[in-house]
C-alpha cells in the first residue's frame, strides 16, 4: 500500500513537496529457483519471482523505515544492480561499514494531483556494505528537490 510523506517548506516559494512511496514485487520475493512447491509470481519485468517469508517480514516495516529515511534526510548514493542499472540505496541514519538493511529505490516527477515525486521502493534487503568505497553521498532531500524541480527520473 502506497504511503505519502510530506516535505515542508522544501518546494517552490516555501511550498511542500509531497511524496508518494510505492513498493514493488522484489520486497517480498527473491529470484525463482526452479522449486515447484514454491509460490510464484511475475515481477515488473516479468521474470519469475517467489515468495520470501524472511522479505516479506522485513517488509511489514518498509513504510516506517521510507518515511524516517525521507523526514530524517538520510545519506543516499547511487548503486548499479546486476543488470547494471543505477538505482539509490540508503541503510539507515549512520553509514557503519557491515551488514546492513538496504533500501533500494528510484524517484520521478508524478502525475498525480496530489503528488509531486514518486518514490518507487525496487527491493530491499540485508546486505554487507564497505561505505569507504562509496565516495559520492547525498542527502535524501537533495534528490527529491532534483526530481521534483528538474522533472526528471532520478538516477
Not at 541503510?91 to 503528488?115: C, I, K, W
Not at 568505497?133 to 532520478?154: C, G, P, S
Request: hydrophobic fraction near 35%; charge should be positive; proline fraction near 4%.
Amino acid at each position: 500500500m502506497p504511503t505519502s510523506v510530506w516535505l515542508p517548506g522544501q518546494g517552490a516559494g516555501g511550498a511542500e513537496i509531497n511524496i508518494r512511496i510505492s513498493y514493488q514485487t522484489h520486497v517480498f520475493s527473491r529470484r525463482h529457483e526452479g522449486d515447484t512447491a514454491a509460490f510464484r509470481l511475475r515481477d515488473e519485468a516479468g521474470f519469475l519471482r517467489q515468495f520470501c517469508e524472511e522479505r516479506y517480514r522485513n517488509s511489514l516495516t518498509l513504510p516506517d523505515v521510507c518515511k524516517r529515511m525521507i523526514e530524517k534526510n538520510y545519506l543516499t548514493w547511487k548503486s548499479l544492480d546486476k543488470n547494471k542499472a543505477s538505482n539509490l540505496a540508503v541503510a539507515g541514519p549512520v553509514l557503519t561499514s557491515g551488514l546492513n538493511d538496504l533500501v533500494v529505490y528510484y524517484l520521478f516527477p508524478s502525475r498525480s494531483e496530489e503528488h509531486d515525486v514518486e518514490l518507487v521502493v525496487k527491493s530491499a534487503y540485508r546486505k554487507d556494505i564497505d561505505f569507504s568505497h562509496i565516495k559520492r553521498k547525498y542527502n535524501v532531500w537533495q534528490l527529491i528537490k532534483m526530481a521534483h524541480f528538474q522533472q526528471t527520473k532520478v538516477p
